[in-house]
């Protein structure tokens, strides 16, 4: 079981909006910097988000990042099909010194 | 624009050590404030982070891992290699190497090698 707690799965349609949340404690994400990353089948992760809200050069700004408290959340809007993908947050865990990754959102694109 | 490349054996033996290399271009692996990192992916699973080496040569580990985790730097060859001992089945996964480049993010990856333990 994953340190951060992600929804298994989200579903929206093209062109909607859809939000995927990250939940944890004050040992990681209250007190760290998240990051969130998008993960095509059969490829590499790839960041999207970075230091809670950062975008990294090249990712458009359908995708945006927020934090707050324990919590954060990736939103994407202007949903297309190529957004189908597992959605993965990520951050430093100062009690178990350790980095941590959520356990991962499905996204589909109905 | 620096890019990654795992390699490495596909099949190793339960009770061996598992070695991998990543193959850094188009930057040094000198470069300063630089996070050298492992990840791994179970199959169908999520990623778990494996340590870092550090440009300094501090390397730091998954407590999890239970000291099997050895992280290395070759500057002469502009790689770092991760090596795992006394694999089991469980270790199967695909590896990827990844470096944070002081943004607090792993914001480049190489495409990843599936390693398989097994007799």
């Known amino acids: 079981q994953s340190v951060l707690t992600q929804p298994p799965s989200v579903s929206a349609a093209p062109g909607q909006k859809v939000t995927i949340s990250c939940s944890g404690s004050?040992?990681?994400?209250?007190?760290?910097?998240i990051s969130w990353y998008q993960q095509l089948p059969g490829t590499a992760p790839k960041l999207l988000i970075y230091?809670?809200?950062k975008r990294p050069s090249g990712i458009p700004d359908r995708f945006s990042g927020s934090k707050s408290g324990t919590s954060a959340t990736l939103g994407i809007t202007g949903l297309q099909t190529g957004d189908e993908a597992d959605y993965y947050c990520e951050t430093w865990d100062s009690s178990l010194s350790v980095g941590v990754f959520g356990g991962g959102t499905k996204l589909t694109v109905l | 624009q620096v890019q990654l490349q795992e390699s490495g054996p596909r099949l190793v033996k339960p009770s061996q050590t598992l070695s991998l290399t990543c193959t850094v271009s188009?930057?040094?692996?000198?470069?300063?404030?630089?996070?050298w990192t492992w990840i791994r992916q179970h199959p169908g699973k999520g990623l778990e982070w494996i340590g870092y080496i550090y440009y300094s040569g501090s390397t730091y580990d998954n407590p999890s891992l239970k000291s099997r985790v050895a992280i290395s730097v070759d500057t002469s060859k502009n790689q770092f290699s991760l090596k795992l001992s006394s694999v089991t089945a469980a270790d199967t996964a695909v590896y990827y190497c990844a470096i944070n480049r002081g943004n607090n993010a792993f914001d480049i990856w190489g495409q990843g090698t599936m390693v398989t333990v097994s007799a």
């Open positions: 004050s040992s990681n994400i209250g007190n760290n910097y």
């Open positions: 230091e809670n809200n």
């Open positions: 188009g930057g040094s692996i000198s470069s300063g404030g630089y996070c």
